[in-house]
């Protein structure tokens, strides 16, 4: 790894080369910046003072997160696949525990990542399984540590292995991304993020353009979203976005 600085707020690392004192993630209107101003760690502190947690979902699904809490509290989602695993979306640090364990699961095919939220770490993860990260060009400058790994996609969907597919829904950002599996479980899994969220009732499923700063997507948006949404209702899955599993469609977008 690097000995690049990686922002306490959003979790995002940096280049070793990065001389500023600002991160570009959080400067934007969908994130922010504490009133206390921009903080830093790096790879060695939060080895220090924090572990990765590995939950079961199911048998071919397994939730990583960063104990205790840090950043935006993201998760990343360990799919095991036949032809290949898949790491759905990124976390800031990656310890020798949750290495080992993916390792013994067959170790990673690819990276995809929903949004930039959760670009954070990608890049030690990448080289530490030797695999690609697939992101959608249209977030390309958010990429703040460029890597050989990164491969950019283009379009509304992306075919990869074994059925599974990622849908650019936009939204949150615009290439925000959701990922298809249709062999998870009896129904397709729709792995999500935050690119949808969950409410606590479990009825509805919602889009904003910020969820900290509860900044609302404009009424077109939303209703081009909602249009996409509504040419899947034919297919049954289950939808999963941090934290939680929505087993039925809800009832309302």
């Known amino acids: 790894m690097n000995s690049g600085r990686i922002c306490?707020?959003?979790?995002?690392?940096?280049?070793?080369?990065?001389?500023?004192?600002?991160?570009?993630?959080?400067?934007?209107?969908?994130?922010?910046?504490?009133?206390?101003?921009?903080?830093?760690?790096?790879?060695?502190?939060?080895?220090?003072?924090?572990?990765?947690?590995?939950?079961?979902?199911?048998?071919?699904?397994y939730e990583f997160i960063i104990n205790p809490n840090f950043a935006i509290g993201q998760r990343a989602l360990l799919i095991l696949s036949e032809r290949g695993n898949v790491l759905w979306d990124c976390i800031s640090m990656l310890d020798e525990a949750a290495q080992t364990f993916i390792q013994q699961k067959g170790g990673l095919k690819a990276i995809i990542i929903s949004h930039p939220h959760y670009y954070s770490n990608m890049q030690a993860?990448?080289?530490?399984?030797?695999?690609?990260?697939?992101?959608?060009?249209?977030?390309?400058?958010?990429?703040?540590?460029?890597?050989?790994?990164?491969?950019?996609?283009?379009?509304?969907?992306?075919?990869?292995?074994?059925?599974?597919?990622?849908?650019?829904?936009?939204?949150?950002?615009?290439?925000?991304?959701?990922?298809?599996?249709?062999?998870?479980?009896?129904?397709?899994?729709?792995?999500c993020g935050d690119t949808f969220s969950i409410a606590p009732s479990m009825q509805h499923i919602a889009v904003m353009y910020s969820y900290p700063n509860k900044i609302p997507l404009s009424i077109a948006e939303v209703a081009r979203i909602k249009k996409s949404w509504n040419s899947w209702n034919s297919m049954r899955f289950t939808v999963s976005?941090?934290?939680?599993?929505?087993?039925k469609m809800p009832k309302k977008f």
């Not at 976005?241 to 087993?247: N, S």
Request: charged share 25%.
């Open 8 to 61: 306490v707020t959003c979790g995002t690392k940096y280049p070793e080369n990065f001389t500023g004192n600002t991160c570009i993630i959080c400067e934007d209107d969908r994130q922010y910046v504490p009133q206390t101003g921009q903080e830093w760690t790096d790879d060695k502190n939060l080895l220090r003072h924090h572990s990765i947690k590995i939950r079961k979902i199911k048998d071919k699904l």
């Open 125 to 191: 993860w990448a080289d530490a399984f030797n695999c690609p990260i697939y992101l959608h060009e249209k977030d390309e400058k958010w990429v703040v540590n460029k890597s050989e790994k990164i491969r950019y996609w283009q379009g509304e969907t992306y075919q990869l292995w074994d059925g599974m597919r990622i849908l650019k829904i936009g939204g949150h950002f615009p290439a925000c991304s959701v990922l298809l599996v249709p062999k998870l479980s009896k129904t397709a899994a729709l792995l």
């Open 241 to 247: 976005g941090a934290p939680k599993t929505l087993r």
